[in-house]
């Protein structure tokens, strides 16, 4: 049935209670203060692309651990203008990569600097490839992918690296040549818009959020009505490790989008698609109920995990524009 | 078998007897003749789409039949160089449509103007929208799709009127204003590789052609090889209208990529992934070897049809770079 | 879940709100005016099937806009009963063509003369060739397939031409030597049950409606609860097109089954199969629960598209004796 | 790969060692010797199908093992023509039953009787229902399906009991009233084709045999190039039961297709779809080309194990139509 | 999506109505006095599998109609203790066979002596291999499998003999030399389950049960809501049988294990898995909760029809050595 | 085709070149000696199985990296004999964990000590638990699973640490107590059998190999013959990385199993299925004919990856039994 989730109209109102952990606060402000301590230097090397309406620099930051993140710092060519670049710092899909300049002209075309962070690890199938490894690890075992990578510990889970890494990138944004620090923000779509939660959430004055059909809201509930890539590597795993469950649940609240979202004030345009099956439109609608700030919600009610696709695209940036005071 | 086609040695060296109608040459220089008669004024209709590094135009011409075909026509803001635009006309894959002018960023960045044919009746699943009907209709049942529609018949085939659109679109862009008319270069992946080919082998003075795991090449062939869509469609209908089978074939034969190959002198680079079960590699490997003109061809030995991807876009824009002598 | 639509109680009382438009009887009949104003002489001609018990007509009529469409003309060899041939209009499902004589024994094994209607354009795919060309084309984009085509406008829509062919058959049987005008019934599964609604609400004195799990009734609930071919096509268009949902919902209203029903008043014989996840249960519900004649339903509580099979089959040949007094 | 067995010019000549049993013959002879001792009348009951141009029973007779088969026996209605019925005795495919008189209109159209046989123990899935229970299980394990059922050993496997069913079959329809004893056909399609075979090689005067895309002729060969159903049960078969493999293949030998092809003498028409993944064209072929007969064969390039479908349905009533001197 | 069933809460109230045939009693215990009748001795061949550890016979015995039925008898090594050997009778899943003695050393290195009964006919795919056939046959047709041969008439059903056999090898189990009559527990999964059911409720002095995720329980409600193997077996028969639905589930209300479970004392454990789309949680639950005797039930919540794996392992071996007073 | 590899006298003489790298030698006993540096003890915990059969324990020890690796160690309870236990060092296939005690019987019920070890990561889905994470992470993007990880650089390859976890495995079960260092064999299936052929090969004085359709070997022919998963992983590696192709091939031919049997001495076991797709025969005939030791084949040619199932399990205890001179 395509139409397998909540009903609309209880969508709408859907806010299922938030289990954020007593020391929700903590563990983020311990982790960032420990990741902001080891930072470097930020390296932008020249990339041509053979484009000459935009720059391109291939640049590499010291993410979680210090360890380095690759990404692409892309703007028009030419001098910023008067009041420096205004900034979106893209996160990217489950398993995608960094690509190529070619695959970022969006952003730039429409007048904005872009920084596309790597996804680490992620990369090495689909479309695109990435430039950053993981050197993470995990002290337990998990299902092949990310989701459940490190998940018995939230010290130890993937995301805590990658949701790091993201506020390090809005970080280091902030602090490139010629930027506007007062006009960041941060995209995403799917697992990107799970990343563009945590980096609002978290992250230091972050001016917009765009999220199209996030992941990682409400996994709990995610499980129970959907079982297709990536979050049935989750349910593959608690099928298996049924001692680790309630420790693996643990784990995911200090990820959860839900929780990010209470956490986050920035403008905020989501997106939903009613028949996604990969990012369910209860966890997305979950997520946008409990969101903080300014919050506005595109609803695509015949779509699936595609969303709204280059409708959506157009609408973001100008939503962005207008936001961020741009003549287009 | 991930390598199911003739092993790269026999692949390298195949070269299918083609069956080119004796009156192949009669029959295009016929339709075109008639299609150029009717030719009316363009309509170019600037778009907002919110990208100020860029001219977007709502383009409307008259194809085949003078029917309305819908387009894209972009380039960077801005006078043009002084030569005038150096151009790309871009042919879409099967089921595709224009979409927005966020999907045509590539060449516009890379210094070029670029056309963007929408392929009449398609455009109306997958990812991008079209805005181009098919006026003309069928005298005889065809399969679900566009792939036989009208095949009793080379008048009354579909790609008749596509490869017709795609002619007088490579005629338009000639006399678009600020234009370079010396560097015109045709594009496609798929069917737009078929597409391109045709305008290729079929228009005045086109200047390359760039060919990506091309659709329609020997597909008498293909269909033995592969049943994937959408040469299954054409499987179906041999295999429901058996007094029909020859007529279809001798049909294919006016469109036959091996047979336009034969008739192209533009340079051209062609692109083949050697485990692509939808343009499988003997098809393509049947087109480059016939091939006229200049000629160079990327092997890709592990990709299916996604070919070459982003490594593929970036090397295409160079290798029209190169050619029209742009300096990037 | 083999059970996935409304439960059977509320099944038998689910009645839809129709969004019949204003102009729906002007629409249709200025349609058929037309049509009938360039009616044309009927072609029949013996055709050799090698069956003494019958004789049967290859035939050939001015469908839409006058475009020839073809079919069967078959009754028992030997002269006519007294009164004439009570007749069987028969229409196809999706894709379907009208293959041989030996294809359609049934009816006129059963003292019937039967008359088999092309869907236009169907025939080059499944186990039935047709041969009947759709002239007409489209004038937006649409999914492979004929249930968008031109699904922008009624009047260019696909089934406007279909519909208009299915009143000008029954026209036609009416007046073919022989037959007993007041005892036509129209008969039809899936699209064909769609299209002998149809004929049952717009024709002329139609004396009987068989009409089995049918297709295009109540479709945009329809692609709610199935995303099966060929709804699917619905769904794919309003997943890519989506600014045009609402003009598509618009024209689809002008064909929908239960609106046809509320406008039909032959006596009906209807099957449903409660797991039919091709016709949704409910949408056939919807149809019959608005029928406006004498009405009968069975069900079938456990099978899918398949329906009643050969038990509906001997069914509906009992039904239409039994209402035409015949006997067997 | 649709194209996936030997090259059509080696399919030609393919004519594989048949390994027949020593004791083929006494087999066959004692099995059938055996079972026509206890052979019991034959009952014939009406049955009101409501089809008045013919005359359809409901017909019960004992075959193996004296165990009741029924079917169908269907003739026009009327007295038969002076030299008595000719008739065409017809076998099922694989999981198929008799289903209802409506089913088998085509034979009875064209002038001939028919007798329908139920195969035992089938027509409990797909289309058509049967009648016929297998009393006889097995004394070994079996996959569920037929194929494998009592596999071990010739005397116990599923197919002695069908075959003899067969030959039965054949001996009742001579006797039957108004039958012309001298024009006996069999005739089936994959599973059907097979029983047609053996019973045309182990019956008594045959006259003709129409065999389509025959099962179970070379099916050592079969397991190596197709995996569906229903050959895929004999497949799980050996995979489970590493000890039996042989024993099961000696059985097989005495119901191979290829070795029945080479005892039988009737003229025969034979058909073969060159991308059948069912019953794969070299099976086909090794029958054929073994076949004692005169013989005749229709190569369908294109098709699957549809075959001809209804162009071959023509073919054959034509080519029965002629052997027996019937003019339609 | 992966909760497909009644929400838990109404699972554990869920106690639909039973329709216990009021001959249940007089059906079974005159199956179960004849079949008995011609109990024959048993047959325990010493079986050499180079185990040291342990002792393996092959067992065979008369089942139901004097059939021999195989399996395997395995205990420790040694003498038996000083009470006799405890004793678990184990039943196996569809499709299974006794396979070999290595895939069935838990229990006996837990300490108890086991019997792994064959499930006649079955064991000729999958992984293990079987050695009992079905001598039975049937008297109607049947879906490829087991679940619906001789459905017709609880006489004939397939079942019928299964269960049979279990009281038989329960009946023999008690009978087998060093055995403690009173510690004698029945144990099976999936159709192992319904059997271990059945022989609870129909055997003798049987002293636990442990089912998990039982077929055959509620089967007319498991057809509403999965349509997997092999309750699909059910769906195709009515789906096609449609005058026999009533009659097949007349028949399933003598084997149903709602109605076991009613009939059964000893105390037992269940195991069920609230995302089992093979045997759905509601019909475990509706045996579990009709259950008459003492009972526990392990829920699983995550897990498909696998279970809880090889964590119910454990916990069933340590749940009958607790009940049984056994120290580990 | 279920047979798709190379005919089966080729297979028997397939020799393909390796191409070992030159410091082949050096990597690995480098390697080695860096691991064997920072060994430290062992921890064997007694685990109540509840199996008084056997004693079991959880293993932990020092793997790459100095790494915890955990493991089981069963052997039958009571005193090991005289000459000390012997033990199979057993590895596990992809995605597997140790599970429980209950999974590892056969070896210690047919007299022998056996240590299962984790493969690191693994274990998180599929049937069976494991309790080791692999802490290395990876320096570069890796595909879903752990093929990749880590191929850009043979000292980052995920399989150096596995493949070094066994060579210790294998080091510290000799120094077990009660342990006959002289009869320690290694044994696994599919990726269990790749980490059996590199410990015989690696690790010091094993005395038998016994391996199943090994995984790993000839990996870059793998890709052309199959895409099933798990090698289809390298497969989507190579089809988006295409710059680093040659470099993970480069990577790979330090593991290859190919490789690894040129060095290995141990008397060993192999078993291959023909119609395994997974692990493509070819590839474990390659492995096998380049096999150092005594080597004995055993062919399955009806089979998928299931491979010799049971009959294999009880034919490899046996060989191992015979070997080491035990009496079963």
């Given at each position: 049935m395509p139409l397998f989730d909540l009903p609309r109209d209880a969508l709408e109102t859907y806010l299922p209670e938030r289990a954020e952990p007593t020391d929700f606060a903590d563990f983020w402000s311990g982790t960032l203060t420990e990741a902001r301590a080891v930072r470097r230097e930020v390296s932008l090397t020249p990339f041509d692309a053979h484009l000459p309406l935009v720059e391109a620099h291939d640049v590499a930051f010291a993410g979680f651990g210090g360890q380095?993140?690759?990404?692409?710092?892309?703007?028009p060519a030419g001098p910023q203008p008067g009041a420096g670049w205004p900034v979106v710092v893209q996160f990217l899909g489950y398993g995608d990569g960094r690509g190529t300049p070619l695959d970022w002209l969006s952003w730039p075309t429409a007048g904005f600097a872009t920084l596309v962070m790597d996804t680490r690890g992620q990369g090495a199938r689909a479309r695109r490839s990435g430039s950053t490894g993981d050197i993470g690890g995990s002290a337990t075992p998990h299902v092949e992918g990310f989701l459940t990578k490190g998940i018995d510990d939230p010290h130890d889970y993937y995301?805590?690296?990658?949701?790091?890494?993201?506020?390090?990138?809005?970080?280091?944004?902030?602090?490139?040549?010629?930027?506007?620090?007062?006009?960041?923000?941060?995209?995403g779509t799917s697992q990107?818009?799970?990343?563009?939660?945590?980096?609002?959430?978290?992250?230091?004055?972050?001016?917009?959020?765009?999220?199209?059909?996030?992941?990682?809201?409400n996994p709990e509930r995610a499980i129970t009505v959907t079982d297709t890539k990536p979050y049935s590597e989750l349910l593959e795993y608690v099928r298996t490790r049924k001692g680790d469950v309630e420790r693996a649940f643990a784990t995911l609240r200090y990820f959860d989008g839900m929780t990010m979202a209470a956490h986050a004030t920035a403008p905020a345009l989501f997106s939903v698609a009613l028949m996604?099956?990969?990012?369910?439109?209860?966890?997305?609608?979950a997520a946008h109920n409990h969101y903080r700030g300014p919050k506005e919600l595109v609803?695509?009610?015949?779509?699936?995990?595609?969303g709204g696709g280059d409708t959506q695209e157009l609408r973001q940036i100008r939503w962005v524009q207008d936001l961020f005071g741009l003549q287009p």
């Open positions: 380095e993140v690759r990404g692409w710092w892309i703007h995301y805590r690296r990658v949701f790091t890494d993201a506020v390090l990138a809005v970080d280091m944004a902030r602090e490139l040549p010629g930027v506007d620090p007062t006009r960041i923000a941060v995209q990107g818009g799970a990343i563009a939660l945590a980096a609002a959430a978290l992250g230091d004055r972050v001016a917009a959020a765009v999220v199209n059909v996030p992941f990682l809201c996604d099956d990969v990012c369910p439109p209860s966890t997305v609608y609803v695509y009610p015949w779509n699936q995990h595609e």
